[in-house]
């Protein structure tokens, strides 16, 4: 009787034990097992609506605007037809330190609610009048932009030199910590003898950017006009690659074929360049085969005459895509695609210790239109080796892809006299029938 | 001893309802774990670009698969990755008997996109670099939100209905721009743009001073409505003399392509014509408008014999479409391929088949792929089943 009893009060416990954990070990229902994220697909339906700034515009739209109801077409279009949603937009306003959300416009496709289970997605869109300050993090390496007054450009026609200096300085200049324009050529002999030609204290020779404005030509002091003569001044041109080796530049040539003439209009008074530009001399192909000597003087020591000619015309090229994202990073926009007729070889690399860095345009046959040629020891060419006249924004956007200076974004510098303004837009969903 | 049956009996009854109940709840957490797993995945997919980055515009071989469009932020993914998967319908041979194959992208009549079966990624490769081989197989298909469909309304002059929507319901008064191709008798292709807008049913009709009967047309067509934007195609091609001149890309890294006759894929008796032809690249503009870009050996002719293909390359890593248009005799034709999946609207679907009677998790993202608003489902299952 007593086993009897016993046995009855563990059957009861177990009895009960069961009925316990069964009643806590409640499986959820398969729909809470497997359901899509919702709030992820809600946050990504906001995020595509506003891939064009759409729905940051709508958001500050009076609510009698047509633009919500196309947003609502476009919301019920969005998403599968299991799937009702409500979209409720709150006005953000800041009063001292606090933060009140004002409930400004909501609307829904659904009638009979949302059942027990849906999900929800925040996303916080800003007035279309306010702006985002953009401030670049300035790079230590001074610019050095070349403006002779005693110098003529070839291939830049329609520009002079001294505009497309100003142009250059108003685009790169606040990338840079210091911009010096160059105004004459015997300030430029003093830069390639070292020497500091202004009284900044932030100028700095030691790798420094000089960017030639003059085209196809190259102004030449006269102090080296004396010096380095030999083929049309071709020597002149070993000497610069060497100095820009020393100094640890990065020369840029704006457009064209890089030293092909030499500039000097005192110097050169009497000579043109056989196309009627008095003041310049033909230094030819010679030219950039002996800057690039120049660069690699480690292995060039001495200057050789080479005129043999290394460009190549491969017509249209393309931007990279790296060239396409730094187009967009700092809001430069030339056209994609260009025609380059004086692109150079890859196989600069090979002859001249180099390495190609930063390609703007996709290359072809192995030839690059815009590309940073960086020598594996010092210094550096930049060469746009597009046809005339100069885009200049190409070689603002060449300088920028290998140098690469980060741009911070400040938030919401407000139109002075408005308020600030933010809306938070909170999408839920729910999948019909769901219990 | 009857008491020692009953607690006996009692006890093996109780374990048995216990039994169930950890049964469940072990199934419940198997299948939790695999829709988790579901999620895990298309953010992985889809939020990184793999590595190499640009792997979806070079041949590299991948060390991390992602979809992403590389320096994008975002559910933003590249079209030209999407290119290099590999397509669930059959390989093409090209040309025919060489053991060369070709991945086939299906996009409806008139449009091809074939890339060598070898610079494809497979699942199985895909499925690795995940780390989910032998643990969880998966299926992505990415599949533009809005369709955009045509169909002729009235031939002559000719009148399209164009049919706006989406999964959810149709786009009312979504704004259209077009552009329309059409040859009569000639590879000289005339170009016809417009806009117009759709009405409460999505629905709107485009009138052009043509013969849908007589003449060949490609009608690329834009749809936006508050940020949700889609392409739609639709070709009409007069022509039985073959598929004409189909494109091949033969080297995806340099944006190779092979102009190819017909004949080359399939034989499709005699005489076998020659064609004539002129070939267009479009390119997508990041304002979202297709300008048309010159490329070399765009005008020719082919035969079956001695010049059966001729060689372009189109721009790497700029989207748009080929529109190549054919002619022999009096007919003429249009194909088109898409550069970049999303300029045509192209889908994918991507990935392995669940075997029978497993249990699969789906999850779903909005991602956009070139300005266009794309739908990324993802359906996900334990390999070693339950």
Same mark, same amino acid.
């Not at chain 2, 003429?332 to 889908?347: E, K």
């Not at chain 2, 266009?372 to 070693?384: K, L, N, S």
């Given at each position: ?34 359901? /899509? ?181 190259? /102004? ?41 003439y030499v500039s000097n209009t005192v110097e050169l008074e009497y000579s043109h360049n056989s196309w009627g530009i008095y003041g310049m001399r033909r230094s030819g192909q010679a030219g950039l085969n002996s800057f690039l000597q120049g660069l690699d003087v480690e292995n060039h020591p001495a200057y ?58 996709? /290359? ?72 | ?313 189109? /721009? ?71």
């Open positions: 009787m007593l086993r009897t009893i016993e046995i009855s009060i563990v059957v009861l416990i177990l009895a009960v034990a069961y009925i316990a954990a069964a009643f806590f070990a409640s499986l959820p229902s398969p729909r809470q097992i497997a359901s /899509p994220n919702l709030r992820q697909l809600a946050l990504t339906t906001l995020r595509l609506l506003d891939s064009d700034n759409t729905l940051a515009e709508t958001s500050f739209k009076d609510p009698s605007d047509k633009a919500w109801t196309d947003l609502e077409i476009a919301l019920s279009a969005s998403l599968p037809p299991n799937l009702v949603y409500n979209l409720t937009v709150y006005d953000v306003a800041r009063i001292g330190s606090s933060v009140t959300y004002r409930k400004y416009y909501s609307t829904s496709n659904s009638e009979s609610g949302f059942g027990t289970h849906s999900e929800a997605a925040s996303y916080l869109v800003t007035s279309p009048n306010a702006t985002f300050s953009l401030t670049p993090k300035r790079l230590s390496a001074t610019l050095y932009i070349l403006n002779c007054s005693d110098a003529n450009g070839w291939w830049i026609t329609g520009y002079s030199a001294q505009g497309l200096a100003f142009d250059l300085q108003k685009l790169l200049s606040p990338y840079f910590n210091t911009t010096i324009i160059v105004q004459n050529t015997t300030e430029l002999g003093q830069l390639l003898d070292g020497n500091k030609i202004s009284d900044s204290s932030d100028e700095s020779i030691h790798n420094a950017v000089v960017i030639n404005t003059f085209g196809e030509a190259v /102004p030449i002091p006269s102090t080296y006009a004396d010096s380095y003569d030999r083929d049309n001044y071709a020597e002149y041109c070993y000497e610069v690659g060497k100095r820009v080796n020393q100094h640890n530049w990065t020369w840029v040539s704006i457009v064209g074929y890089p030293f092909y050789n005459y080479d005129g043999s000619g290394i460009t190549g015309d491969v017509g249209v090229v393309h931007f990279t895509e790296d060239a396409i994202y730094q187009s967009n990073y700092y809001g430069i926009y030339p056209s994609s695609y260009q025609t380059a007729t004086r692109a150079l070889p890859s196989s600069i690399q090979a002859t001249y210790h180099t390495t190609i860095r930063s390609s703007v345009f996709q /290359p072809v046959s192995g030839y690059y239109g815009a590309a940073t040629f960086k020598h594996d020891g010092k210094g550096a060419l930049t060469a746009v080796g597009l046809t005339r006249t100069p885009d200049i924004r190409v070689t603002a956007l060449a300088l920028l892809a290998y140098y690469n200076p980060i741009i911070y974004k400040a938030e919401l510098t407000l139109t002075p006299g408005e308020a600030p303004t933010q809306r938070l837009l909170v999408l839920q969903l729910s999948q019909q029938g769901a219990s | 001893m009857i008491s020692t049956t009953v607690f006996i009996t009692a006890i093996l009854l109780f374990v048995g309802l216990f039994s169930q109940t950890i049964q469940s709840a072990v199934l419940y957490q198997q299948n939790r774990h695999v829709s988790l797993k579901a999620s895990d995945l298309i953010d992985s997919i889809l939020l990184s670009p793999g590595y190499p980055y640009s792997w979806g515009i070079t041949n590299e071989n991948l060390s991390l698969f992602g979809l992403q469009k590389p320096k994008a932020t975002g559910y933003t993914i590249s079209s030209f990755a999407l290119m290099r998967l590999t397509s669930f319908e059959d390989p093409v041979e090209y040309p025919r008997g060489s053991g060369e194959y070709y991945n086939n992208v299906s996009i409806g009549t008139g449009g091809y996109l074939f890339i060598p079966v070898g610079d494809c990624i497979t699942y199985e490769t895909a499925s690795m670099l995940l780390g989910i081989n032998r643990t969880y197989g998966f299926q992505l298909s990415i599949k533009p939100i809005l369709e955009v469909l045509t169909s002729v309304h009235q031939s002559n002059p000719l009148i399209l209905k164009v049919q706006v929507k989406g999964p959810g319901s149709s786009l009312g008064g979504a704004a259209l721009s077009y552009y329309m191709f059409h040859a009569y008798k000639t590879t000289s292709v005339t170009m016809q743009t417009g806009t117009a807008v759709t009405d409460a049913a999505g629905v709107a009709y485009l009138d052009f001073p043509i013969d849908g009967e007589k003449d060949s047309y490609t009608i690329v067509i834009c749809a936006e409505l508050s940020g949700l934007r889609g392409f739609g195609r639709f070709s009409q091609v007069i022509f039985t003399q073959g598929a004409g001149v189909m494109p091949f890309v033969v080297d995806y890294e340099k944006g190779k392509i092979f102009l190819a006759h017909s004949w080359d894929v399939q034989d499709q008796g005699t005489p076998v014509p020659n064609y004539e032809f002129n070939a267009t690249f479009f390119m997508l503009t990041e304002g979202g408008e297709f300008e048309e870009i010159q490329i070399e050996n765009s005008t020719g002719g082919l035969n079956y014999g001695s010049k059966n293909y001729e060689i372009t390359h189109l /721009p790497i890593a700029n989207p748009g479409f080929l529109l190549v248009t054919y002619r022999s005799g009096n007919e003429v034709g249009m194909n088109i391929m898409p550069w970049g999946i999303g300029t045509l609207a192209a889908s994918v679907t991507f990935g392995g088949q669940p075997s029978d009677n497993v249990w699969t998790a789906v999850d779903m993202r909005q991602a956009t792929v070139d300005l266009v608003g794309y739908q990324a489902t993802i359906i996900c299952w334990r390999v070693e089943g339950y």
